[in-house]
DNA sequence: CTGTTAGCGCGTTCAC
DNA sequence: GTGAACGCGCTAACAG
């Protein structure tokens, strides 16, 4: 810089504020150094800059995964959205546990990112002491929480799985399982759980444990799932799973077992995956806006760091439930 | 850090030696040390020490899209790898165009990464006069290229897909459809349609244009694939797909339109996805072990910066034809 | 609109 | 095994 400066005949100032708003310069000033910079072949270092006004381009998003197509989905509108304003996007893991939240946040905030997207929907004390002290915001996309550490967009999980539930109770289904990844203290399972016992206890049907069944988020999960579930309670005419590749699988071994979907049983998903429409019969399942969350998630951020005030800090975008052919 | 260096009695110094090698301190100093962190709550800070060691733990993927399940499996096996050696991943979306990758690729370095995963499979001049420039390793994924920039793993999109049209050939189909995502000039289509070709020709078939088809990369865009080629080219007994959501899409198309598969039509996928062995009936496909691909891009990127040599710097992790019920 | 001065929080280099 | 001085590349704050 110091190179581009002299070239320039200005101050190294004056080469970083063109850098960052070309339109403080003067016109002809501006010039001088875009041709100084060009000639010089300066790429600039928003590390240093970053150390010097204590403000860093860099947001972490905190995910369990990202082979989910789901998150993927969400990422890739955080990442689209960020990208539109000069920022970084850095991935962090964190598994299903607080504790291991805690420790990947812990690594990341030592790259000080400007701001957090956590996915997980609970958090340790030391992750909240950590994010107030070095006063980095955040958002929470994993579920509509009463009280956000600090900005959330999301749905309900709770009310979207009863919803569901009770369209299946609606199409005459009397014997429904629930089947889902595994429960983590940090996951929403917990929440769709709730809502599915809620649905069944309003319309007054016993909760029967052995309905309940948590398998690895898989198309081979689904089909374990399906198959012993049937297996072991024949009664069973209807499953809701808590995600269409899930809820595929076990349309798929439906398909081996030559068990008619939805006549033997019926199927329904979550999310509406691309595939929940595709395969056949298509897939009864709940629309959740995942890009729509990575997108307005992003903004918020966004504004914040532009030192605007967000007023809405806590953003429901909802659910839509889908019915198609498998109930 | 002063702080700590302050409550501990020793200079920021020892501070630094012991955040970043423990084992450099007394192990007395480092208790005190230790403690005094607590007390204080102290983070460190990696973006100063990066500045002043001109060393960043940043290592910056660039892909162009992570919402193929493929590539979220490949980046999250580099993730993995990276975070064991207290790196961090950053992401950039590099479009098909050589274009659109230097651009990527100039915003990305102003972060000072530590080295760069690369999945596209040509680069423009600039872009590698910027990674030379500043002395970033790098790792290609996308193809075996003859003269890797620097470091590739992949396999031979060439020899893959020359080897599954063989192997149709072989279980006698005679008129054999190519469907990929479109072609662009910086992905791996090229080389695939290459393979298509040339195995067409080894075993003296002609090759048709109409047979060759681009579309999206989605379910659906393997369901009108299917559906257009059939319909223009009612001959056509058999197809291969470079990517199991199109295979899979293609086939949900004939279980809808009751085409039997492999009778009326076989299909042929590609990257062995889990829905491959899932669906009815399960695909022939080509497995490609991405995981092992992103392990040991991730590896090669951490020893080039540890300052040990990587001897080979060209890894094919090949593939290997999967025949299921689908051909 | 442009320049000067000071310092961000660390690690490197040498010394002890 | 530990410490002091200096500087990494840039920007905040203020001045002109």
Redesign the pocket.
């Known amino acids: 810089?110091?190179d581009v400066?002299r070239r320039a005949?200005?101050?190294?100032?004056?080469?970083?504020?063109y850098?960052?708003e070309p339109?403080?310069?003067?016109s002809?000033?501006?010039l001088r150094i875009k041709k100084a910079i060009q000639e010089v072949g300066?790429?600039?270092?928003?590390?240093?800059?970053?150390?010097?006004?204590?403000?860093s381009r860099i947001v972490a998003a905190v995910m369990p995964t990202i082979t989910n197509p789901m998150l993927a989905r969400m990422l890739s509108a955080i990442f689209d959205e960020l990208q539109g304003s000069g920022l970084y996007l850095m991935l962090g893991n964190c598994g299903g546990t607080l504790a291991e939240e805690e420790e990947v946040i812990r690594t990341l905030v030592a790259q000080r990112p400007a701001g957090f997207v956590l996915h997980a929907v609970r958090h340790s004390m030391e992750t909240k002491r950590m994010l107030k002290t070095l006063g980095i915001p955040s958002v929470e996309t994993g579920d509509l929480l009463a009280e956000p550490l600090d900005m959330a967009v999301s749905y309900s999980n709770y009310d979207a799985t009863k919803t569901m539930i009770h369209h299946l109770c609606k199409r005459g289904y009397q014997k429904i399982a629930f089947v889902s990844m595994p429960l983590q203290p940090a996951n929403q399972v917990g929440e769709r759980v709730r809502g599915y016992k809620a649905a069944l206890k309003e319309v007054g049907r016993p909760i029967v444990p052995d309905y309940i069944y948590e398998t690895p988020l898989s198309f081979r999960g689904g089909a374990d799932a399906i198959a012993n579930l049937l297996e072991r309670r024949p009664e069973i005419d209807a499953a809701f799973f808590a995600g269409d590749i899930l809820a595929a699988g076990a349309l798929f071994e439906c398909q081996r077992q030559n068990w008619a979907v939805p006549g033997r049983v019926a199927i329904a998903g979550f999310d509406n995956y691309d595939i929940a429409l595709q395969c056949v019969p298509a897939l009864t399942t709940v629309d959740v806006r995942r890009e729509e969350i990575g997108r307005r998630a992003a903004e918020m951020l966004i504004k914040r760091l532009r030192g605007e005030s967000v007023e809405e800090t806590r953003v429901n975008v909802g659910f839509q439930l889908i019915e198609r052919a498998s109930t």
Do not use: D, Q
Request: charged share 20%; no cysteine; hydrophobic share 45%.
């Open positions: 810089m110091e400066a005949g200005v101050a190294k100032i004056t080469v970083s504020r850098v960052r339109k403080t310069v003067a002809k000033t501006a300066y790429i600039p270092n928003f590390i240093a800059g970053g150390l010097s006004s204590n403000r």
